[in-house]
């Protein structure tokens, strides 16, 4: 069974530091989705990274993935408070084309303080 | 485009009523899904369909059925609602695996 872990799952910092939040996941997989949600509402994609060694940016987030080491990591730099929201990544477990059977992790509940 | 439609946005159920939670998409993805979100949690996979007519079990089915009719539509039926299925659900479609899901706005249920 994929287990997806995140951590930290509580992080929260301060304007214009820089941090990363960690996705490892159990089984090999090369393609890892990264989402943002705001407090009740629904969830938003951010990345889409599907190989190794795939990087994506976007402002300032950046995503990369190992598939090696089963991990991606999601890199603010810069904090802004307009960041904090939760950040999910998931992983697809299936090789070849077909439906995205994502298994999520738990979520990392970002809080950027002025 | 609308994108993904959830309705209704909330509900409360009582022990032992069914309801339908509707989700239409208006992109003609072929793929749509099924997730529930309990508090503080990460989503889990309900239901899943590849296409009309198609669909299959995800990790927690238990309580669930769904149908897919149209392209457009994949409503998700609770029978017997229990406290156990007090949760945000959400409905996603997406047109491959070389795209994120697009997710609808959520229905969040409580069932009393």
């Known amino acids: 069974e994929l287990k997806v872990e995140q951590n930290p799952l509580f992080l929260s910092m301060q304007e214009g530091k820089n941090y990363t939040i960690y996705c490892n996941y159990s089984?090999?997989?090369?393609?890892l989705y990264w989402y943002r949600q705001d407090p009740g509402k629904s969830l938003e994609s951010l990345f889409v990274?599907?190989?190794?060694?795939a990087v994506k940016q976007e402002g300032r987030l950046m995503a990369s993935l190992d598939t090696k080491a089963r991990l991606s990591t999601l890199h603010i730099t810069a904090a802004v408070h307009d960041l904090s929201a939760t950040y999910f990544c998931a992983v697809d477990p299936y090789r070849g084309q077909g439906a995205q059977k994502l298994v999520f992790g738990q979520g990392t509940r970002l809080t950027i303080n002025p | 485009n609308a994108g993904v439609t959830q309705t209704p946005k909330f509900r409360i159920l009582k022990i032992g009523q069914s309801m339908t939670l509707q989700c239409t998409q208006d992109?003609?993805?072929?793929?749509m899904y099924w997730y529930r979100q309990d508090p503080g949690m990460g989503l889990k996979l309900i239901y899943y369909s590849v296409g009309a007519g198609i669909t299959d079990k995800g990790e927690v089915p238990n309580g669930y059925n769904v149908s897919r009719s149209t392209t457009e539509d994949f409503p998700l039926r609770l029978e017997l609602a229990a406290p156990s299925q007090t949760s945000v659900y959400f409905c996603?479609?997406?047109?491959?695996?070389?795209?994120?899901?697009?997710f609808g706005s959520g229905t969040r249920l409580t069932v009393v």
């Open positions: 089984t090999t997989s090369d393609r």
């Open positions: 992109m003609n993805h072929n793929y």
């Open positions: 990274l599907l190989s190794n060694g």
């Open positions: 996603a479609s997406s047109y491959s695996k070389a795209d994120g899901y697009t």
